[in-house]
């Protein structure tokens, strides 16, 4: 898993801190079948939108890379 910074800190970095997240993820680890490729960033409607539209890419479904927001209240939405 790749987990990126809160919120409070960067307003409107969603983009980027996703990709750089994906980056990191990609070229730090090697996917085994016992490895589940995910993404975790702070929820917001942004990282949510981004998330749901990257999700259905064929290169990031072939590698099976998963995203999980983290809520505010501590609960996770997996895409």
Not at 1 to 14: D, F, P, S
Not at 18 to 43: H, S
Request: aromatic fraction near 8%; proline fraction near 3%.
């Amino acid at each position: 898993m790749e987990c990126k910074k809160g919120k409070r800190n960067k307003i409107g970095q969603e983009y980027k801190l996703m990709r750089e997240a994906i980056g990191q993820l990609i070229t730090g680890c090697d996917f085994t079948k016992n490895v589940i490729p995910m993404v975790a960033v702070p929820y917001t409607d942004k990282a949510k939108e981004l998330a749901e539209k990257w999700s259905k890419l064929t290169q990031i479904k072939n590698l099976g890379i998963r995203f999980a927001l983290i809520c505010e209240d501590g609960s996770i939405i997996f895409l």
